[in-house]
């Protein structure tokens, strides 16, 4: 049997982290993988994430089974977090999954379940694993233009274009915010008017939020998802608590069902329920015991929304002065763009062979498409990008 397995493509994010570490040079950066790194080039376990460890290892009696939605109050507390009050409790089915990348791929397998014939609707780009995971299950995926080339912010009219040619029953996947891989992400006003696409074609909302937090603030990065879950008959919703907690490896996340209709709720709550036993019965619970204790806790609470605005602003300052550096040292606005987007990427919209010349010539390290993890930057270090960016011709 296992002569006929293939070999499959090797993650390209992962293929590079591999690189960087082989790199002798002592002056490398690497703007890679997506995780959140403090100026040290730490991803430290958040104060809050510490000190609820510690309640729950001396509090826990337990380590029997959850149930198969995972703890009905990390629910809770996460749909709050994430929805506030724009959406009545009884209108939202909700389970623990493990990560975001859990809760995607249970609702691409409800999609399916549900409508075997609905495409997926995928901003060019998007985070690469949503289309490996559709294309695992054998779910038609439709790339709708989003990244303006030109500009680097959102092709808002080529999307709509785009978004106009599916048909009713299809799903529309978006980013709630801090859009991976670009940084470019729609205002308000373009949000509405994507809301009334989806509405007035009986199209289906996804929205997948992995980094709220990290852009404008909780609540801003939480409004446009606010907006279509109260405004769409219905929609899924894919919550990831890795990058705002912290918690990456705790495998931490959560998927929404958000109808109109109330008298629904039951039999979507009972679908994601199947759906989690069926993959993996009980989902985890370190990561969603550790949030919960958090969100439950003014103390912990007021403590990691103080260091989750750490981090923002931290990002916030970086992209700052690399723009501002690239504006010095190139003597034009057209880097204006990075201070414009919002999370932990931004893409440089550099060609593949000058992403190479970063890495071959000045040790930086980025993904391919030229996305840059702002994060990987110190200020010590974008004075270094910036030169590098502009002696290879970006
Ligand atoms: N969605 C997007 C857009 C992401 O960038 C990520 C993290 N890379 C995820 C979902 C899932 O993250 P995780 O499974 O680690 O929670």
């Given at each position: 049997m296992f002569e006929n397995l293939k070999p499959q493509p090797a993650d390209k994010i992962l293929a590079l982290m591999q690189m960087y570490r082989d790199d002798p040079r002592e002056q490398k950066i690497d703007l890679g993988v997506g995780v959140y790194k403090n100026a040290q080039g730490v991803t430290p376990v958040m104060r809050a994430v510490k000190a609820a460890e510690h309640r729950i290892w001396e509090e826990?009696?337990?380590?029997?089974?959850?149930?198969?939605?995972?703890?009905?109050a990390y629910a809770d507390a996460m749909i709050t977090l994430i929805l506030g009050t724009s959406v009545p409790r009884a209108n939202i089915a909700a389970v623990a999954?493990?990560?975001?990348?859990?809760a995607c791929r249970q609702a691409f397998?409800?999609?399916?379940?549900?409508?075997?014939s609905a495409r997926v609707f995928v901003s060019n780009p998007t985070w690469p694993n949503h289309i490996s995971i559709l294309n695992y299950l054998g779910i038609e995926t439709v790339a709708y233009r989003y990244f303006d080339e030109e500009t680097r912010g959102v092709d808002f009219d080529g999307m709509i274009e785009d978004l106009k040619t599916a048909k009713a029953g299809d799903v529309v996947l978006l980013h709630g915010c801090c859009h991976n891989p670009t940084g470019a992400n729609?205002?308000?006003?373009?949000?509405?008017?994507?809301?009334?696409?989806?509405?007035?074609?009986g199209l289906v909302a996804m929205i997948d939020i992995a980094y709220q937090g990290f852009g404008d603030g909780l609540n801003e990065d939480a409004q446009a998802?606010?907006?279509?879950?109260?405004?769409?008959?219905?929609?899924?919703i894919a919550a990831s608590c890795s990058k705002n907690f912290g918690v990456y490896r705790e495998r931490t996340g959560l998927l929404m069902a958000v109808s109109a209709d109330a008298g629904q709720t039951a039999l979507n709550q009972g679908t994601l329920a199947f759906l989690n036993r069926q993959n993996y019965s009980f989902p985890p619970d370190h990561g969603a015991r550790v949030v919960t204790t958090i969100l439950m806790d003014e103390g912990l609470r007021a403590d990691w929304m103080a260091e989750l605005e750490e981090v923002r602003l931290s990002m916030l300052g970086l992209r700052r002065q690399l723009a501002d550096e690239l504006q010095r040292l190139s003597g034009s606005d057209r880097f204006g763009f990075l201070a414009q987007h919002r999370g932990m990427f931004s893409r440089l919209g550099a060609a593949p062979e000058l992403v190479e010349k970063l890495r071959v010539e000045h040790g930086i390290y980025m993904v391919g498409d030229s996305r840059m993890n702002i994060a990987g930057l110190n200020e010590a270090t974008v004075p270094i990008l910036a030169k590098a960016i502009v002696d290879v011709g970006v």
């Open positions: 826990q009696q337990t380590k029997a089974y959850t149930g198969l939605a995972g703890d009905p999954t493990p990560g975001g990348t859990g397998e409800l999609i399916r379940m549900a409508n075997p729609l205002n308000m006003v373009q949000w509405q008017e994507v809301v009334n696409l989806i509405n007035d074609r998802t606010r907006l279509v879950a109260s405004s769409v008959k219905e929609c899924l």
